[in-house]
């Protein structure tokens, strides 16, 4: 299913700025991908190189790995993903969301995946409470204006009829930086007609507001690798 949502950034370390966009995405189930129409295969797919583990398993497979790794295992249960499809051959996900169920139903765990502009990744590992709330350290480098420490504030309740997602960054006593997702669920596939190529736009956007940071001289935060 596809949620026509409005994405909103807000930043209050050192000046404050915020932005808003329109953007659509998906919630699909990791064990029955969509399949589209063959005129709508060129704006959505799903390839596990576009996600956490190896591109040559499926993304289900390499997401029970990881957690594996950690002591969990869902037995099969349901994995909800919430993400951008690759459109005409590029996707960029600032942010996937798992929620991953046991075989009995109930959810387990949710894992936070985080995608930068320089090409990396990495996963948090979420024991939500009954309002989809959890806390995590802040472990990876995201934007070269915010330094790598103090810890994520998240609300990631399963999308319904609405979604609903807030993230927000505690950095010494304060909120330096949050982002929040909301929306509906749009039925159909016309969002894909009415707003074509949207990776490519989110990470236009993305890269456009970084460029108006630096040229309000916002100090940069060098990457450690």
Partial sequence: MIYDVVITHTR???IDRAFSHRAFLW????????RLPWWARPFARFEARDHIGSPGKSIRENLDEWLSDRGIELGGGQVLMLANARSFGYVFNPLTVYWCHDASGELVCVV????????GRHCYLL??????????DKEFYVSPFLEVDGHYVMRLPKPGSRLSVTIALRQNGKTTFSATMRGERSPGL??????PLMPQRVSALIRRHGIALYFRRLPIVP???
């Fill in 190 to 195: 016309r969002l894909l007609l009415r707003r």
């Fill in 12 to 14: 209050r370390e050192l």
């Fill in 127 to 136: 024991r939500t409470d009954d309002h989809g709330r959890a806390s995590v």
């Fill in 27 to 34: 919630l699909v189930d990791l064990d029955a991908l969509p």
């Fill in 112 to 119: 936070a995946e985080v995608h930068n502009t320089y090409g």
């Fill in 223 to 225: 990457r450690s690798k």
